[in-house]
């Protein structure tokens, strides 16, 4: 039998990340309720930038060098406006079940971590099938998949870089599919199992909340869909999720 003291001192251990776990989500769960009204605020400048930008190049007798440098401006700023609205639309809490382009979305989610990408030295590679009809889903949901996929394949290349890469094809009969795989160190058989269980995390307090991925596999049931993960030591992971075009219909 344990030891009572040593058992109320793993307690208490586990009641203090817990406390720390949730002062942070709280944290974060302000920081994005900001964040959405930061990028509200951007969106008046940006519209700005982008008139006055089309008024300049319109205008005769502009140079070609600056005609060009303003194109470049015009072009960023659209770009971030995109990316804005995009955020602004993701951040909400309705229900947005509607007709879906998964490849359209999938290029959303990688635009908006080309920086993740870069900085990791990570080369994203894409492979759509565009013969695929759309879905008939919850987009933002959809998009909370992705982000929690691809973040997970990003960060196991945190430190060696390396290529990842996206696929999109049918899967029988009323189902489309998306593979997400990285070549990465892979995921010993150990952690592989117990990869969707709530709370479980390889990372250090504050790093990971133990919930991606067992959100992730419920989102995915609960759509009526599947998600299947096989992974190699030294030659990475892959991440298979199979979508009803129409659940529930």
């Not at 007709?99 to 994203?124: K, M, P, S």
């Not at 094809?169 to 599919?177: F, H, I, K, L, N």
């Not at 790093?207 to 993960?229: A, H, P």
């Amino acid at each position: 039998m344990k030891d009572p003291a040593a058992r109320y001192s793993d307690d208490a251990a586990i009641t203090t990340d817990l406390l720390r776990q949730l002062a942070y989500n709280e944290k974060m769960a302000e920081l994005g309720k900001i964040s959405a009204g930061i990028v509200h605020e951007l969106n008046s400048p940006l519209s700005v930038i982008i008139s006055a930008s089309q008024m300049i190049m319109r205008e005769e007798g502009v140079p070609d060098s600056v005609v060009e440098m303003i194109s470049r401006i015009s072009s960023e700023a659209q770009r971030l406006s995109h990316l804005t609205k995009g955020l602004l639309h993701f951040s909400s809490h309705d229900e947005t079940v509607s007709d879906v382009d998964l490849n359209l979305t999938l290029d959303f989610i990688l635009n908006f971590l080309n920086y993740e990408a870069a900085r990791r030295g990570v080369v994203v590679s894409k492979e759509y099938d565009f013969t695929l009809p759309t879905i008939l889903i919850d987009a933002n949901l959809l998009k909370q998949i992705l982000l929690n996929i691809i973040m997970n394949a990003l960060q196991a290349m945190e430190n060696s870089g390396g290529t990842l890469h996206v696929e999109t094809s049918a899967a029988g009969e009323g189902c489309v599919c998306f593979h997400i795989s990285d070549n990465g160190p892979g995921i010993p058989p150990e952690t592989l199992e117990r990869i969707f269980d709530r709370y479980f995390t390889t990372k250090k307090v504050g790093e990971g909340t133990g919930l991606g991925l067992f959100v992730t596999k419920s989102l995915v049931e609960n759509m009526g869909g599947n998600i299947n993960v096989t992974s190699s030591k030294a030659e990475g992971t892959c991440f298979c999720v199979t979508l009803p075009i129409r659940h529930g219909v």
